[in-house]
């Protein structure tokens, strides 16, 4: 059995193995579901696990486990062990479900974004354990401080969120939630410092002896101006 669950099967008839491959083995195709989809999935399971969980924190399990059933059924199953009442809370599913790498950069920026700087510290340092490159994390963290200009832009022509969800092409409505809340209390000034500080530390860390610590010294720059 051959597996490709990280990169797309994509035969070329031209070469030797894949046309023994298609010759004597079937090819199955299990196609990643949507975020409404399995919102109803993890609702379904969660209920036979005698618990309840809301629609939006149900979606935030889905962002947080990258949407792979395969994740999600044991994940299901480590917060509906761990919540004491009846429903399964954000807070629950923070404590003890494991981020994959860019959903935990989500995290890291909307603890910045809400003046957590001791949360956001945090999920760095454990972003740099797990050897995350720096370049890639840089390049998360900005793509989210300009969303956040955007959203000051939709303040500033009172164009609302789902303006910003059709600009930024955002997924899931809690994010668009948070980005929208920031932005009302920043000025445009301010949103547009973030963007060039980000720009700034990208640049420095294709020549920083320790990037890691340009990293570190960015979020904390940052919350400074959030």
């Known amino acids: 059995m051959l597996i490709y669950d990280t990169v797309e099967y994509k035969p070329d008839g031209r070469q030797t193995l894949d046309k023994k491959i298609l010759s004597c083995a079937t090819v199955l195709n299990f196609t990643v579901q949507t975020k409404d989809e399995l919102v109803v999935w993890i609702n379904r399971h969660v209920n036979a696990a005698g618990k309840t969980i809301s629609r939006q924190d149900a979606a935030y399990l889905v962002m947080i486990t990258g949407g792979y059933m395969t994740v999600l059924s044991g994940e299901i ?46 999920i760095l340092d454990e972003l740099i354990r797990m050897r995350e490159a720096p370049q890639r994390l ?75 610590a340009r990293l570190t010294e960015l979020l904390t720059r940052m919350a400074f101006l959030i």
């Not at 199953?77 to 494991?98: E, F, L, Q």
């Not at 200009?149 to 500033?156: G, Q, S």
């Not at 060039?196 to 420095?204: G, I, V």
């Open 138 to 212: 840089i390049y998360s963290i900005s793509i989210k401080m300009r969303q956040l200009l955007y959203a000051r832009l939709c303040v500033e022509e009172k164009l609302g969120k789902k303006a910003l969800i059709d600009m930024c092409g955002i997924r899931y409505d809690f994010q668009a939630d948070i980005l929208m809340r920031t932005a009302r209390r920043m000025t445009l000034s301010g949103c547009c410092d973030l963007v060039l500080e980000c720009s700034e530390a990208a640049l420095d860390l294709n020549s920083a002896p320790e990037p890691e």
């Open 77 to 122: 199953g480590k917060a509906a062990a761990y919540a004491t009442g009846g429903t399964i809370t954000r807070s629950d599913i923070n404590a003890v479900v494991t981020p994959v790498p860019d959903a935990a950069v989500y995290q890291l920026t909307d603890a910045l974004m809400q003046r957590d700087h001791k949360t956001s510290t945090r």
